[in-house]
């Protein structure tokens, strides 16, 4: 059973139009992390999101934490075929920065 | 410049070898590493965490005898494949906390850009 759950797990859509990914869980998480990965290559981080109900901005890219820290989205304005990646969620619950990761969702942004 | 660099990105092995993947920090010191694996268009799992000057701790499922894990400096880990077989082929990829305080939270992960073990 996975404890972050990634909705969808794949995406297509055309450049210009928008998209959002969502990150659930049951537990609470101290923090959430989110990343995209590039086919061969390692993931690089995007953002970290700690408070509830926090809201981040990355250019086109918005990160919002649930009230709860349950729970977080990613949605992409505007979207770019540069956006095209896996995104990963991962939850920080314990110490020692053990991240626990999502499923992750494949996008691919056609030209 | 890379922040975290593993060496190699990729290898291709017989089956019955071993293999090493390093993974070094590069101007920072890492006390712990993280070493995961993922499979095609699947995400991150992670075997095992790599302490300075200590066992490695590893995640259940994962044998230890056949990962070995060695961080023998501050900047420095190696994870060893040892007799390899076609179903350890996989993409590995190795992570360091850019700061790591114990009990705290939110260091981001800088991630090395992964090894392709193809084992024939």
């Known amino acids: 059973t996975q404890l972050l759950k990634q909705s969808p797990q794949f995406l297509s859509i055309q450049e210009g139009e928008n998209l959002t990914v969502y990150c659930n869980s049951s537990s609470v998480f101290s923090s959430l992390q989110w990343y995209r990965q590039e086919p061969g290559e390692g993931p690089v981080l995007l953002v970290t999101v700690v408070t509830g109900g926090e809201v981040k901005k990355l250019k086109r890219l918005t990160f919002q934490f649930g009230d709860a820290r349950k729970d977080s989205s990613l949605h992409i304005t505007a979207a770019q075929p540069g956006d095209t990646g896996l995104y990963l969620c991962a939850g920080d619950k314990a110490a020692g920065n053990k991240l626990t990761f999502g499923g992750g969702t494949r996008v691919l942004v056609k030209p | 410049g890379a922040v975290v660099s593993q060496h190699p990105s990729w290898v291709i092995c017989k089956s019955g070898t071993s293999v090493k993947i390093e993974c070094r920090s590069l101007d920072f010191q890492a006390t712990t590493m993280f070493w995961y694996r993922q499979f095609p268009k699947q995400s991150l799992m992670l075997m095992a965490t790599?302490?300075?000057?200590?066992?490695?701790?590893?995640e259940q499922g994962v044998e230890k005898d056949k990962f070995l894990i060695n961080h023998a400096s501050l900047t420095l880990s190696t994870l060893t494949v040892t007799s390899a077989h076609p179903e350890d082929s996989s993409f590995y990829i190795c992570?360091?906390?850019?700061?790591?305080?114990?009990?705290?939270?939110?260091?981001?992960?800088?991630f090395g850009n992964g090894t392709r073990l193809t084992v024939t």
């Open positions: 790599s302490n300075e000057g200590s066992k490695a701790t590893y």
């Open positions: 992570s360091a906390p850019l700061h790591f305080i114990p009990h705290s939270y939110n260091s981001p992960l800088h």
